[in-house]
C-alpha cells in the first residue's frame, strides 16, 4: 500500500516492489520489516531512491549522446556500424543522438535494442526527458507510457485477500 500510495501521489514512480524494498535502509538492528516498509520513511527512500538512479541514467545518456553526435557528425557510409560496435555507447544513446542529428534513418537502426533498453529499466523514459521529445521514445506499437493514475481508478480495482 505504501508503494501504491507513493505511486499515486507521483506517477512518475514506478509501482517495482523490488526496487522499492531495496531502496529501504539497511541496518544492523533486528526490527520489524512489515513496519519499515510501511510507513512514510519507505516511501521518501523510495522515491528519493528513483531520483537518484534516474539523475544518474540521465548523466550516462548525455555522455553517450555527445560521443554519437560526435561520431554522427565525422559520418562516413558505416557509421551505423561503428556507433553499435562502440562499447561505451548504448542502444538508446544512439537512438537519441540519431533524432537529435535528424537521422531518421540511423535512428530507426536502434529503435528495436532502444526499446530493449527500455524494457530493462523504464527508467530511462524519465531520463530522457529534455533529451528527446516525449512523444519521439521509442516504446514500439504500444504508445506513450501514460502514467497509471490518470487511465485507471485504483481505489477501485483494490482487492484484498
Same mark, same amino acid.
Given at each position: 500500500?505504501?508503494?501504491?500510495?507513493?505511486?499515486?501521489?507521483?506517477?512518475?514512480?514506478?509501482?517495482?516492489?523490488?526496487?522499492?524494498?531495496?531502496?529501504?535502509?539497511?541496518?544492523?538492528?533486528?526490527?520489524? !520489516?512489515?513496519?519499515?516498509?510501511?510507513?512514510?520513511?519507505?516511501?521518501?527512500?523510495?522515491?528519493?531512491?528513483?531520483?537518484?538512479?534516474?539523475? *544518474?541514467?540521465?548523466?550516462?545518456?548525455?555522455?553517450?549522446?555527445?560521443?554519437?553526435?560526435?561520431?554522427?557528425?565525422?559520418?562516413? *557510409?558505416?557509421?551505423?556500424?561503428?556507433?553499435?560496435?562502440?562499447?561505451?555507447?548504448?542502444?538508446?544513446?544512439?537512438?537519441?543522438?540519431?533524432?537529435?542529428?535528424? *537521422? $531518421?534513418?540511423? $535512428?530507426? *537502426?536502434?529503435?528495436?535494442?532502444?526499446?530493449?533498453?527500455?524494457?530493462?529499466?523504464?527508467?530511462?523514459?524519465?531520463?530522457?526527458?529534455?533529451?528527446?521529445?516525449?512523444?519521439?521514445?521509442?516504446?514500439? $506499437?504500444?504508445? !506513450?507510457?501514460? !502514467?497509471?493514475? $490518470?487511465?485507471?481508478?485504483?481505489?477501485?480495482?483494490?482487492?484484498?485477500?
Amino acid at each position: 500500500m505504501c508503494l501504491w500510495q507513493a505511486h499515486v501521489e507521483d506517477p512518475a514512480l514506478p509501482l517495482d516492489s523490488e526496487l522499492f524494498v531495496a531502496s529501504q535502509a539497511m541496518s544492523g538492528q533486528l526490527t520489524d !520489516p512489515w513496519a519499515d516498509l510501511a510507513g512514510v520513511e519507505a516511501a521518501r527512500r523510495y522515491q528519493f531512491q528513483v531520483r537518484r538512479i534516474v539523475r *544518474r541514467l540521465r548523466r550516462e545518456l548525455r555522455r553517450e549522446i555527445t560521443r554519437a553526435e560526435k561520431r554522427i557528425d565525422e559520418g562516413g *557510409r558505416l557509421i551505423g556500424s561503428s556507433l553499435a560496435q562502440d562499447g561505451r555507447l548504448s542502444a538508446l544513446g544512439c537512438f537519441i543522438a540519431a533524432h537529435r542529428k535528424g *537521422r $531518421a534513418d540511423l $535512428a530507426g *537502426r536502434f529503435a528495436s535494442a532502444a526499446l530493449e533498453q527500455h524494457r530493462a529499466c523504464p527508467l530511462y523514459q524519465s531520463a530522457s526527458l529534455g533529451l528527446l521529445p516525449p512523444d519521439c521514445y521509442p516504446l514500439g $506499437a504500444s504508445g !506513450p507510457v501514460v !502514467p497509471a493514475a $490518470a487511465t485507471r481508478d485504483f481505489k477501485k480495482s483494490i482487492v484484498l485477500n
